[in-house]
Every structure is written in structure tokens, then in C-alpha cells.
């Protein structure tokens, strides 16, 4: 990685995916019909234009088709893996926008992925929206903007990307 100053570069960022996107593409791109996507974006992978963090993988928890493209990108080794310095990042990330809900465990994951992408000068992949007034938690989104990191949501720049539309 090490794209860390992204604008004198004219190549599109890399992005890092989140949870929320593996499992939506596996819903509207099931792997026993799509098998095309899932082989463009693996592509992807190897040629690292997009990352797919460990941790992310490791949130999957439904045996399935996912589960199991996701073991075998960590095979091929195009599954990366976090550091101490990444989560050391992401507790500080943490620490100042609290993203984690801790009665629940819901989004233990989002402080590595922004960790990771502040660190490399990447983009995230998120189909999350910004918090609500009343919602006490930060999201993706919000930490992105607050530390200038660029993300998308929507598919369709995603899809473009691998050469799938």
C-alpha cells in the first residue's frame, strides 16, 4: 500500500471494503450465479485495487457461500492482515469517535477499516450512512469526513471498477 497523499495522484484510490458490502453483493450477487462478479473482483484483489482487511473477513459468521469465497481469498493470500500499529490506530480512532457499540459488539470492526485506510492514504467502501441525531455512535461515514479520508457507497463505482457493468 502507501498512497498516503492521494492528490498529486491521477489513478483512482484504492479502496478498503467493508462488512456491509461483502454481505450485500452476496445477496443481490449470490456466488452460484454470479461467479463473474465475484472472479473480477477477486482479480481485483490480486492486482490490489481494492483490500479486503481480515478482520472484515472475520466478521462474516454464516457458513455459506461468502464464508467460503472469503477463506479462499485468505488462502491465495489476498486477505490482509492488520498489524499492532493498525489497532493501536483504531483504538485512538475509537477513543475520539466512538464507533464501537460495546453492550452489543455491533461495528468492532469500523475503527480497523478507517484505521487502515488513514494509515495507507486509501479510500473505504461502506454502504453506511452518517449517524442520525439521535444515534449516540459514529459511523463510517462520519469518521471519513472528519479525517478527510475518501469513501464511497455505491455499488455501481464498485461494479464499474472490476469491469462488471
Not at 78 to 103: G, H, S
Not at 138 to 160: G, S, T
Amino acid at each position: 500500500f502507501g498512497r498516503k497523499d492521494m492528490s498529486n495522484n491521477s489513478s483512482p484510490p484504492i479502496y478498503v471494503v467493508d462488512t456491509n458490502v461483502l454481505i450485500g453483493f452476496s445477496t443481490w450477487n449470490p456466488l452460484e450465479f454470479r461467479l463473474e462478479f465475484w472472479n473480477k473482483f477477486e482479480k481485483e484483489l490480486e492486482n490490489k485495487k481494492w483490500v479486503l482487511l481480515d478482520v472484515v473477513v472475520d466478521e462474516i459468521k454464516y457458513e455459506g457461500e461468502l464464508k467460503k469465497w472469503c477463506k479462499r481469498q485468505k488462502d491465495k493470500g489476498l486477505v490482509t492482515a492488520i498489524d499492532d500499529e493498525i489497532r493501536n490506530l483504531a483504538v485512538e480512532i475509537n477513543n475520539k469517535y466512538k464507533m464501537i457499540n460495546t453492550e452489543t459488539d455491533n461495528s468492532s470492526v469500523d475503527p480497523f477499516i478507517i484505521a487502515f485506510a488513514s494509515k495507507y492514504g486509501l479510500g473505504v467502501f461502506t454502504r453506511e450512512i452518517y449517524k442520525t441525531l439521535t444515534d449516540p455512535l459514529f459511523k463510517i461515514p462520519d469518521v471519513c469526513r472528519e479525517l478527510k479520508i475518501p469513501y464511497i457507497k455505491h455499488p455501481k463505482i464498485f461494479m464499474k471498477s472490476i469491469g462488471f457493468v
